[in-house]
């Protein structure tokens, strides 16, 4: 990471117009998140509501949250928004999706929520080729119930259902539902992103619109798979986190598109 | 009027069919009806049965334990429905097929030749219709008419070709009945 | 006069379901009710714009119900008992959260995998809840193929207009028996979309969202408070029975659905015998008739309730009744069904013979 310059600066400067640099989008509300400090999921929600105003599709778009950490996304969210039972987040979005095909339509999942309880759900939505977005966030730990063991945690990962690390032998292996998914005819749009620098924030936020591109031609499922971090329940500080991220999690879940529709 | 019939034969002998040709017709011509099937693993090989009720006025119970005509296409339902005939009533049955008939001196018994007919016609599918003409003859609660042109609104039209045999059939059995009583 | 057909309950409930204009359906094949979602998938196809779907499992049918309905669609599924049971998670949700939906469940005998065969045994789960919360779902009992019709489109009206999932409870006679049927007319329905239901943000309005979330317990007092207040109006405005041969009655058979088809045929034989008896129906389980049966209960020299199951309803007619009459209990369980014959012998032991061959 690079050295941040330093720059005098006072208030009269900050508020100047010309000087605006940096400005949240409409689709957010002005309101703080319940979100840990150093958290991927706050980025990850800024990123994809700056995706739907840029597209201007706030008015033509209907989100799932999920149960986990981003149980309360609809706090954030200014767009119209359903809370799904744990793990039926693809169901619901199904249900919306076939009764309003014009519309736009998204889930929010963490790894337990899409990848175990949900895990059904998940597979048939993307091999009925629903044509809604899944955001996954793998962060490779249950964050809301404070720590436990997430399919995707790694190989020998300390949490408090592994406390001696996860032994596959026991807890089984960790699971790439994203690979999974890509193999099936019904996902059209499969990639897998992280939100650790910015330089893959932009990607990620790239990899966001163009799966919103694809549900517009209704050519199927999406699935933007997004590494991230969980330093409260890892017992990192949020730089710690991050080079994780970069040093295990990215080997074992490397990052990039899995499928892209042909001509995208 | 209110008729208590149960169709009993093996999976596959179009017992079920029989019940449901008989409450359609008897439907066109105005009456309650009531078709209840046993349903389930039985649908092929086992014991099939339904129960068709007819009458003037509402049906109550579409369960009931005794019956004013018993038709019975296999001896494992002479067996099973025989004792259930309500006394003075009747049973009729396929005398091809089953070979220790009915027994009872307080019912009337109706041994029809139904397979054998049907085999006639080259066709032993149409029993069904052989013991339906056969009871509608007996019984009289419907016209034989709307029977028949009830097959062109219960068969899909792909089927229609094989009325004419069907029909065959029902009248074929309406013979044998008529020489009987 | 509408269509006169000779029907399928199932089918007649599918063919219902087209004609009362409902928008979705989600569903998962179940003996004894998949013609259902073979019915509409063949027919709904060309007669009206329904969605129909197949889903994975009841669980994703009962969550895409969820997704449809918060939708403000007129949304339906159907299942038998232990697909019943995997919806229970969502249907607490949904009557957490509000939603307009209708269920029917044509009841098999159980508990466990049990048998396809019809049974009365999910009455509990039905009426008193079923999920986890304090909630209810309106739940009709139609005893004939016609109440299978007439019930979708009452279902349909209860659920929008108290906004909660109705269910319509028979089992698998009433699904599989054929009875002639007058259909209703296809329903031309106002197809905005109500305010609370998510479809995309409304300009000049705020974002709508979903939820039976209420962390603060203060808040979640809130929405139990709405709810029950609905229950309350529910419990005032929609109880319906039927009642047969109440003048002269000295005894009462009760029970619902099947059970009640085969009590009418007993109370027929039972009054060849000479026995005044008359009989009760309830039609709403939740709401429960609880009134009629107190207000006749001291006229009344006993009461047997008949149910194909170990005495479900048996509690509410005992609640019902609050001691001023005898209450008696006949049964089948498993998937058997009792005969009318049995339903008056029973009568005879326990109210003629004084209970001396119970």
């Known amino acids: 990471m690079s050295e941040i310059p330093t720059i005098e600066i006072n208030k009269e400067t900050i508020i100047k117009p010309e000087n605006l640099v940096y400005k949240p989008p409409k689709t957010l509300f002005d309101t703080p998140m319940h979100y840990c400090p150093g958290c991927g999921h706050s980025t990850v929600h800024k990123i994809f509501m700056e995706v739907v105003e840029e597209m201007g599709i706030e008015n033509d778009i209907i989100g799932v949250a999920p149960v986990g950490c981003s149980v309360f996304a609809y706090y954030y969210m200014n767009v119209d928004m359903q809370e799904a039972a744990h793990g039926r987040a693809c169901a619901v979005a199904t249900g919306i999706k076939r009764v309003l095909p014009d519309k736009f339509v998204f889930t929010y999942q963490g790894d337990g929520d899409f990848a175990a309880i949900g895990t059904a ?46 032994d596959p032998k026991i807890h089984g292996h960790p699971f790439k539902i994203t690979d999974l998914i890509a193999q099936l005819p019904g996902a059209v749009y499969v990639t897998r992103q992280s939100v650790h620098t910015t330089a893959n924030v932009r990607k990620a936020k790239k990899a966001l619109r163009k799966a919103l591109e694809i549900q517009k031609l209704n050519l199927g499922f999406q699935l933007v798979e997004i590494v991230s971090n969980c330093p409260s329940n890892w017992r990192m500080t949020p730089l710690e986190s991050l080079k994780f991220i970069e040093e295990q999690m990215l080997p074992f879940y490397p990052l990039g598109d899995l499928k892209v529709p042909e001509g995208i | 009027m209110k008729e208590e019939a149960i169709f009993s034969g093996f999976g596959g002998q179009g017992v079920l069919s029989m019940g449901q040709m008989l409450a359609y017709a008897a439907m066109k011509e105005g009456k309650e009806v009531c078709w209840f099937p046993s349903y389930g693993p039985e649908m092929r090989g086992g014991t099939a049965n339904c129960i068709t009720i007819i009458s003037d006025s509402l049906i109550s119970s579409p369960i009931i334990s005794t019956f004013d005509t018993v038709i019975a296409l296999n001896q494992p339902s002479v067996e099973k429905f025989e004792p259930k005939v309500k006394p003075g ?34 066709n032993l599918k149409v029993l069904n219709m052989v013991i339906l003409g056969a009871y509608t003859q007996l019984k009289g609660i419907v016209n034989p008419e709307t029977v028949i042109n009830a097959l062109y609104e219960i068969l899909p039209e792909r089927h229609h070709r094989l009325i004419p045999l069907n029909k065959e059939a029902f009248e074929l059995g309406m013979d044998l009945m008529m020489k009987l009583v | 006069m509408g269509e006169i057909r000779l029907m399928k309950g199932n089918e007649a409930l599918a063919e219902a379901m087209i004609r009362a204009g409902c928008d979705a359906y989600f569903g998962y094949p179940i003996t004894p009710q998949s013609e259902v979602i073979e019915y509409l998938s063949r027919e709904a196809p060309k007669k009206s714009k329904m969605v129909v779907l197949q889903a994975e499992s009841e669980l994703g049918a009962i969550n895409m119900i969820y997704g449809a309905a918060g939708c403000g669609k007129r949304v339906m599924t159907t299942s038998s008992s232990p697909g019943i049971s995997l919806m229970q998670e969502g249907l607490s949700y949904i009557a957490s959260a509000q939603l307009p939906c209708l269920v029917a469940n044509i009841n098999r005998g159980g508990p466990g995998l049990g048998t396809i065969q019809p049974s009365q045994s999910d009455y509990m789960q039905a009426v008193k809840g079923g999920g986890h919360g304090d909630y209810h779902l309106i739940v009709l009992a139609p005893y004939s193929v016609q109440e299978m019709v007439d019930f979708v489109k009452i279902g349909f009206e209860l659920a929008e207009k108290y906004r909660n999932p109705v269910m319509i409870l028979a089992d698998g006679a009433i ?184």
């Open chain 1, 121 to 166: 759900e998940s597979i048939h939505a993307a091999n009925r080729g629903e044509n809604f977005l899944v955001i996954f966030i793998n962060n490779a730990v249950y964050g809301m119930t404070s720590g436990q063991m997430a399919p995707t945690t790694l190989y020998d990962m300390v949490s408090t259902t592994t406390p001696y690390g996860r």
């Open chain 2, 89 to 122: 009533a009747c049973i009729i049955y396929d005398s091809t097929n089953i070979i220790e008939p009915p027994k009872r001196k307080d019912i009337k018994i109706y041994p029809i030749a139904g397979s054998e007919a049907a085999l006639k016609l080259k």
């Open chain 3, 175 to 358: 699904g599989q028996m054929m009875e002639k049927v007058e259909l209703f007319d296809f329903i031309e329905r106002n197809q905005e979309a109500p305010e609370w239901a998510t479809v995309g943000r409304r300009p000049g309005k705020d974002r709508v969202f979903i939820t039976s979330l209420f962390i603060q317990p203060e808040k979640m007092e809130e929405v139990n408070k709405i709810l029950q207040a609905k229950y309350r109006e529910v419990e005032k405005k929609e109880v319906r029975y039927q009642q047969l041969n109440i003048e002269d009655a000295e005894y009462l058979l009760t029970g619902y659905g099947l059970g009640a088809r085969i009590c009418m045929k007993a109370m027929e034989i039972g009054r060849e015998k000479g026995y005044k008896i008359g009989l009760i129906r309830p039609i709403t389980l939740y709401p429960f008739p609880y009134n009629v049966y107190n207000e006749l209960a001291p006229k009344i020299k006993g009461i047997l309730d008949v149910e194909m199951n170990a005495g479900q309803m048996l509690e509410d007619v005992k609640l019902a009744v609050d001691g001023k009459t005898t209450v008696k209990f006949y049964g089948r369980m498993g998937g058997m069904i009792p005969t009318p014959e049995e339903i008056i012998e029973s009568f005879e032991n326990h109210f003629i013979y004084g209970g001396k061959n119970v």
